[in-house]
């Protein structure tokens, strides 16, 4: 049976992808900072599992070595593999570039881009070894035109796409497949935080996609080999539909 990682998934499109992905018959290893939330999102998700999958979870710190590298054990120990990592925690903070701290610049680095490369640098290694395994590691929009006021959220997603686009060519003579899904402006909490500081739509909200069409993206490109091979580039912007 596939078992999948999925990194800040608690809510918002992490969540809603771990939902999306036992109701199809996989096992998901979910986690965010907060333990509590993580335990109450796993008994939420294990209610749309059938006998055959399971939701299991722990409190992780992306940004956090140790974290990182006890969560990838509690995933192997428990289902033996891993076959899928969704690299989606994220942060963001809404504010000119100059008022920006060092430490909000380091936190959104750490978590959104240190994080994807300390879950890459503990899962991968299980992958070569096992030849397959495919990573979607979730950029954005914003991490291929950059937008006032978000200079530091637009250099951790930019340097999203430069990380995977790399490590994809690491790969290319494995069966492995390192992906990347940009999504555009999606109704989430994090949306909602920067549109309440200011930020302006592109699109209506009634044209938002919902975390839900995310989550059907990744499962798609997760099963389709065949349209979505390693180094593919997936963009996803609300407005289009």
């Not at 701290?101 to 380091?106: A, G, I, P, R």
Request: hydrophobic share 40%.
């Amino acid at each position: 049976m596939t078992t999948a990682i999925i990194t800040g998934s608690t809510q918002g499109i992490g969540k809603s992808t771990a939902i999306a992905l036992v109701k199809k018959g996989l096992n998901v290893v979910i986690c965010s900072r907060n333990q509590k939330q993580v335990e109450q999102t796993v008994n939420e998700i294990n209610s749309y599992a059938n006998n055959k999958c399971l939701a299991i979870g722990h409190k992780c710190d992306a940004s956090n070595p140790s974290d990182v590298k006890n969560l990838v054990k509690l995933a192997i120990d428990k289902f033996g593999k891993i076959d899928v990592l969704i690299n989606n925690a994220g942060i963001a903070f809404y504010k000119s570039m100059v008022d920006t701290t060092l430490e909000e610049w380091s936190n959104t680095i750490n978590i959104n881009l240190t994080g994807c490369f300390l879950f890459c640098r503990y899962v991968l290694p299980h992958m070569i070894k096992n030849n397959s395994g495919t990573i979607i590691n979730i950029s954005s929009g914003a991490g291929k035109v950059g937008f006032a006021k978000l200079s530091a959220y637009c250099a951790s997603k930019f340097g999203i796409m430069g990380f995977s686009e790399s490590i994809s060519k690491e790969v290319v003579s494995t069966n492995i497949r390192v992906m990347i899904l940009c999504p555009g402006e999606i109704n989430t909490t994090m949306l909602k935080d920067i549109v309440n500081s200011g930020f302006q739509l592109r699109c209506k909200k009634e044209n938002l996609y919902q975390p839900e069409d995310v989550a059907n993206k990744i499962f798609e490109m997760i099963k389709e080999f065949n349209i979505y091979g390693n180094g593919h580039v997936e963009e996803f912007y609300s407005g289009t539909r």
